[in-house]
């Protein structure tokens, strides 16, 4: 939802604030100026004549309805709005049927259908459409908060361009604040108020929008001439972010906690924290996250950081919201400062590899078990050696893989905290195993 650049025209007092300052023109739209502004590809397309179907993509607030339906009016087309939380194939089929009736009709109309929230339709929902943009029949426009390569089907992206939409910035913030002012519908607000107002609606106009009505009935009823900041916290209360918990948001803000701590700086890894708990996510998500974490980004260059994981987690349960919060931060900071090693999730990730492309091999005799006399005489087990028996409790020169398998050479550790250790023992019994020893060695057993 944008708003307009210039006073608007006189408008029933009783439309929503919203309405009465939706852009009627594109040089009425505030922000998006990296699409809409003089040479950008939307603006391009509206100056062409032609419309063309479109994916307009970015966060709730930011303009994605009014661009479509400015579109509708550039090119004289009738506008059909579904909405696909509400609407099913039934609404597509009498989408068909209207623009069909508006092509073969006298005017011969162009049609555009708008779909908000695109991606609550299923698969053959989206399929339904398919066909009929293909002909010609009507320009799709689709609107989404999510990320359209996962959530659009292919073959309905190939057919449509993608636009993202950005928020809008403190300055079209206030340049909304100054149009509600503008049109009656605000009384004076301090700077610091504007500032904490513009703060709380973060990047979204129609957050911004609805709560500048709100305060308008709620200054009327006070017979307030100004609002302040002191008057406008007792409204708001505690100011509340906006956070999308299962959208492409959500994601974007756990990647950036999870590269923070991987690029080992506390003070940014914190910062993701907070803005996550801040902004609704769950701290018994946030806590499998940091075990993860630890896993992958720091594994055996400190094995305690997996320990400290769990035990944040557990905590947690323990203590519940906002005290647990506590011990998840500590995880965060010690996370972040850990030596890292991605050595065991890369061994991980490559024996997986291995095993899906490698034949299945049989195990070697002296590896297998042998709880049956038949199996005995069958030789499993035989020239099994005990390492527990043998000298540094290592069986130098032994083999525990397949027969005929080269060392994969899996596990590489990193020479970061306790992995250099670990390297420096792998390298030892390397060095034993090369040495090897007799296979009459009388220490050997057939347990």
Not at 187 to 194: D, L, M
Not at 361 to 380: C, G, I, S
Request: proline content about 6%; charged content about 25%.
């Amino acid at each position: 939802m944008n708003a307009r650049t210039s006073t608007p025209a006189a408008a029933p007092a009783h439309q929503p604030l919203a309405e009465r300052l939706r852009p009627r023109t594109l040089g009425e739209v505030i922000g998006q100026q990296h699409v809409l502004g003089p040479g950008m590809p939307l603006r391009l397309a509206f100056e062409s004549g032609r419309p063309h179907s479109c994916i307009l993509w970015g966060p709730p607030g930011v303009g994605k309805t009014t661009i479509a339906r400015l579109m509708a009016d550039a090119f004289d087309a009738q506008f059909i709005s579904i909405s696909a939380v509400l609407g099913g194939v039934k609404d597509i089929r009498e989408a068909v049927e209207r623009a069909q009736s508006a092509r073969d009709g006298l005017m011969q109309q162009r049609t555009i259908v708008f779909v908000d929230e695109v991606h609550r339709f299923n698969k053959s929902q989206q399929d339904a459409f398919l066909p009929h943009v293909e002909s010609g029949l009507f320009t799709f426009i689709g609107a989404t908060t999510e990320n359209p390569s996962f959530e659009v089907n292919s073959a309905l992206l190939s057919r449509a361009a993608v636009y993202v939409l950005q928020p809008l910035t403190a300055d079209d913030l206030k340049q909304i604040v100054a149009l509600a002012q503008a049109d009656k519908a605000l009384p004076a607000i301090e700077s610091v108020a504007e500032e904490r107002l513009v703060a709380y609606a973060d990047g979204d106009a129609r957050r911004l929008l609805n709560t500048l009505e709100t305060l308008a009935m709620a200054a009327t009823q006070e017979k307030l001439d100004t609002i302040t900041d002191a008057w406008l916290l007792k409204v708001l209360g505690e100011r509340m972010r906006r956070y999308d918990k299962g959208g492409e948001q959500f994601y974007d803000t756990i990647s950036a906690l999870h590269k923070s701590v991987r690029g080992s700086d506390p003070d940014a890894a914190l910062y993701w924290f907070v803005r996550m708990l801040d902004g609704g996510a769950d701290p018994r998500y946030m806590a499998r996250r940091l075990v993860r974490m630890a896993s992958e980004d720091i594994g055996l260059a400190d094995p305690r950081a997996l320990r400290l994981a769990l035990d944040a987690a557990e905590v947690y349960e323990r203590l519940g919201t906002p005290e647990g919060e506590l011990a998840l931060a500590e995880c965060v900071i010690y996370l972040a400062v850990a030596p890292k090693s991605n050595a065991v999730y890369k061994a991980y990730n490559a024996a997986r590899a291995h095993i899906k492309q490698d034949g299945t091999r049989p195990v070697p005799m002296h590896l297998r078990n042998a709880p049956t006399k038949l199996m005995k005489e069958l030789d499993y087990g035989r020239g099994y050696r005990y390492a527990h028996d043998e000298e540094g409790g290592f069986a130098a020169g032994e083999t525990y893989l397949p027969e005929g398998m080269e060392p994969p050479g899996f596990y590489r550790p990193v020479a970061r905290g306790l992995e250099i250790k670990i390297a420096q023992k792998m390298d030892e019994l390397r060095a034993r195993n090369e040495a090897g020893a007799p296979k009459d060695d009388p220490a050997a057993t057939d347990a």
